[in-house]
């Protein structure tokens, strides 16, 4: 018996209640879902404890703030906005449609009311469908898949994702789940199946443990419908095309894939971020100095959107200016332990291959210092044009450009050609240069060829809103599979997303949740957990932790 047709119990209970699960009316999901909200808020501080364990982080300390917003409070947004969905029958109300002038649908889905209002500061969100499609929702439910399980592969950095990856399924695809924890998060497991109680006893999800083997049988056993990965791109061409890349090749040449099931997944990113000259005051330097930094400091540079690529004008009078501002923020963040595997070895050929960078934190053994590639052109080694880098190192890009208009109409066309990935870029542009040029951006916007795109922000909040699409922008193939095929989140259930485009003023009045150094994140995470589980006294708490960040 091989492993693809050994018995695995888990599958067999899923099995048995898939159609249980999709008689169930958008309505009647609300009872299994709910409960979890509840739940996530009562082991909030056991889950932030283990994933402090597993990353090397103080409970206690500055870092532990991220495992607080990124893990429980990354989930209850989520559920509220799923059950906001089912209880509109799988067709949530979109605040306002509006259209290119291409005919190209955009629905605008942030803030939906005053309270969304109140929580992001001026963020904005909004959907592009994809051209020549309907602005639909909810087809899973209209023209529901085969009952059948998905099997889930989760990631093993951001303690969230793969919950929030299993909720996804089960909400917006309309399939029971069976979730296969990444072995870096095994020890969150038993904490999951706490707060994944009420579909856990209904036969509606299963969290189990495992090795590649344990994901390899799951993948391909007869019981499993769908699989669903987020990881590496080399993960998914050993899953789907063989295990060498010799084998990969003969079979992609000959279109034979190891694996014919389907496939949704998330797969990395080169993230780049556009930052359009304009004339910035020295607070507005020091605040997007300090953006910067923390995209690429954040869980210690271990996330698939990781600033990776800093994109300038060479002709940028304030360019100088700016990177010493940048390098003055690095200098004071003490570097991070290196938990994820392998990437102190890959931390090291990157730099090798390199000589120019500069480190700009001191060497502290089992870490990986803040580091900094400055001056590349366009055509400089385009490995780390290539190459998803995953630890915390950052490249400079300057093209050969004066103006905000040449930049965009030259950084567009660099990052969509040259660089590696389609899952999500930043572009930074202050309100002189954007009134200046507002058509000039929207264009770039409408070109830009990314899953999500955050205007004066850290893509990462499009991740971390959890009602946009988020996935790598339509159009790869299994054999050319770059950032993934798909998307999760998608709370409104668009049938045919494009990309997401978040909107952020250019320097908020609070201290952004994303930026390194937020005193009071903690307290701020509880806050909003409190008021998505009815707890309305919780907004003073907000009030304080947000003024005093």
Not at 18 to 23: G, I, K, L, M
Not at 108 to 127: H, M, T
Not at 366 to 372: F, K, M, Q, V
Not at 488 to 497: K, Q, T
């Amino acid at each position: 018996m091989t492993l693809s047709t050994a018995t695995i119990p888990e599958l067999e209970r899923l099995h048995r209640q898939a159609s249980d699960w999709q008689n169930l009316s958008p309505r009647q999901r609300i009872p299994y879902l709910e409960p979890i909200k509840a739940l996530v808020r009562r082991h909030a501080a056991e889950w932030v404890h283990l994933a402090c364990q597993i990353k090397g982080i103080d409970p206690q300390g500055v870092w532990a703030g991220e495992e607080w917003t990124t893990g429980p409070l990354g989930l209850i947004l989520r559920l509220d906005h799923y059950l906001h969905a089912l209880r509109h029958e799988a067709a949530p109300p979109v605040p306002r449609w509006r259209t290119t002038p291409t005919g190209q649908a955009i629905a605008e889905i942030l803030p939906r009311n005053w309270q969304e209002r109140l929580l992001w500061f001026g963020v904005k969100a909004e959907v592009w469908i994809q051209p020549n499609q309907p602005p639909s929702q909810g087809n899973a439910y209209r023209n529901p898949p085969p009952p059948g399980v998905a099997v889930v592969l989760g990631a093993g950095n951001i303690t969230s994702l793969c919950l929030a990856d299993a909720l996804y399924q089960l909400v917006v695809a309309n399939r029971v789940a069976l979730l296969k924890m990444n072995p870096l998060l095994a020890p969150l497991t038993a904490c999951f199946r706490k707060i994944c109680a009420p579909l856990i006893e209904a036969g509606f999800l299963e969290i189990v443990e495992g090795d590649a083997a344990m994901g390899e049988a799951l993948c391909h056993h007869p019981l499993t419908q769908h699989i669903h990965i987020t990881g590496s791109h080399h993960t998914y061409n050993r899953l789907v095309w063989g295990e060498t890349a010799a084998e990969q090749a003969i079979r992609k040449a000959r279109q034979q894939r190891k694996l014919l099931k389907p496939i949704t997944a998330e797969l990395g990113n080169v993230t780049p971020l556009l930052m359009v000259p304009g004339e910035w005051t020295e607070a507005e330097l020091r605040y997007q100095a300090r953006q910067v930094a923390s995209a690429l400091v954040h869980n210690a540079s271990f996330n698939c959107i990781g600033a990776q690529i800093l994109v300038t004008a060479a002709g940028w009078p304030q360019r100088e200016a700016f990177l010493n501002a940048l390098k003055a923020q690095l200098q004071e963040i003490p570097p991070r332990p290196a938990y994820y595997p392998g990437a102190i070895a890959r931390y090291r050929s990157f730099v090798a291959d390199y000589p120019q960078a500069i480190v700009l934190s001191p060497a502290v053994e089992g870490t990986i210092p803040w580091t900094l590639i400055p001056s590349l052109t366009p055509t400089a080694n385009p490995r780390i044009f290539q190459e998803e880098v995953f630890c915390g190192l950052l490249a400079e890009v300057t093209l050969p450009v004066n103006d905000a208009a040449t930049y965009l109409a030259t950084a567009v066309p660099f990052v969509n050609e040259r660089l590696w990935g389609t899952l999500g870029c930043s572009v930074i542009i202050d309100p002189r240069t954007e009134a200046g040029h507002p058509e000039v951006l929207e264009q770039a916007i409408a070109q830009l060829r990314y899953g999500s795109i955050a205007i004066n922000a850290w893509v990462s909040l499009a991740y971390g809103l959890g009602c946009t699409p988020w996935g790598a922008f339509p159009g790869h193939t299994p054999a050319a599979i770059g950032s993934g095929v798909g998307v999760v989140h998608n709370s409104f259930l668009f049938d045919y997303p494009a990309k997401a485009v978040i909107r952020v003023p250019f320097q908020l009045g609070v201290t952004p949740p994303w930026f390194y150094g937020h005193r009071t994140l903690p307290q701020l995470a509880k806050a909003v957990m409190d008021i998505y589980t009815g707890r309305p006294l919780a907004w003073l708490s907000l009030l304080r932790a947000a003024m005093q960040g």
